[in-house]
């Protein structure tokens, strides 16, 4: 069966629904979609400093091309791109000469920022140090405070991530089996309860493609890597929860977008109730924490010993 | 028969059927997690192969 609107041969077909796309009209079909998001959500506003956060896989490679091809053209904002590097063998020295290698053709500027800069020591080392403790629960908290703090200090008025719908139910998800409610009032395309100078508000101009249509994208304009795994991902329960809600979507198609809104419906609420929840700087790196010494300068405590 | 390239085990198999939505279900493939292609131009599940056709089931998942 040939592409609905144009007669062509289909290169997906659309999940949830009987409609198949060609190649140009999916890539309309996409652009729209993440324009609309970002239009919504007021993602994106004249002259901001956006700042893409690049790992050189398919989702973030995506969301630069895309981002680099609208801040010219629809809407008018500044876009660099901003890597952190876990410091992960086999693994994100592969996916950095990517990104390095798209932003030098495509004439973006690029900030790297790494796990050794900052703790002396790569992850490989960090999870040797702790074999007990799960690699991504400390990659995470590393992460999340090296891409705040490092787009702060760019001025960046807005961070932006790859994130798709599957990453979000993965999420939503794994909140509800952990009973971390206030955990999802930071989700949703825009995240932050309430503005705070201290943190840079993350977008996710993907909310509403699923990883399917966001690889999709990826191959029809030569971004999709290689496959590539990182060498801890086993270790997440992340990965169970993707799994889960993989097999419930072939049998139920329409699940993932359903938590999605279901989920979009009750984050208001969320966020009223979470509003007034102080956030304390911390006494070490004055970063925001939700105790004395945020998560981060704990773990790095640890790693210093 | 058609030969199929699994990216994720790099490696190459020959399969019977020539539906692509049977080629999914006999290896067990789950087709929201996957995106096939032909000749380097993505196909979509209900694409029916000739017999000479090389496919490629590459992984959707990114890891990390
Ligand atoms: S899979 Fe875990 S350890 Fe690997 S990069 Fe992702 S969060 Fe870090
Ligand atoms: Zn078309
Ligand atoms: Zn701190």
Redesign the interface.
Known sequence: ?PCKRCKS?????L?NSNI?LC?SCFIKYFERKVLNTIRKYNLINHKENIISAL?G???SLSLLYLLNKIASKKLDFKLSALLVDEG?KG??DKTIKTAREFCEKNNIKLHITSYSEVTGKTLDKIKKQFPDTIACSMCGVLRRYLLNKKSRELKANKLATGHNLDDEAQSIMMNQFRHNIALSARLGPITGVKRDKRFVPRIKPFYFL???E???YA??NGL?D?????T??TESNR?VV?DML??L??KYPGTKHSIVASFLEVLPLLKEKYKNQKINSCKICSEPASSEVCNACNLLQRIRQ | MPAVYLEREDKMIKVNELNVKDILKKLNINPTTVIIARNNELITEDAVLSENDKIKILPVISGG
């Open positions: 069966m041969n289909p290169v997906i077909q999940p198949k190649k790992s896989g398919k989702d992960i693994y994100r699923t990883e399917k966001v690889a999709t191959f029809i999709m290689e496959f590539n795994e990182c801890y991902c990965f993707r993989n097999s979507e072939q």
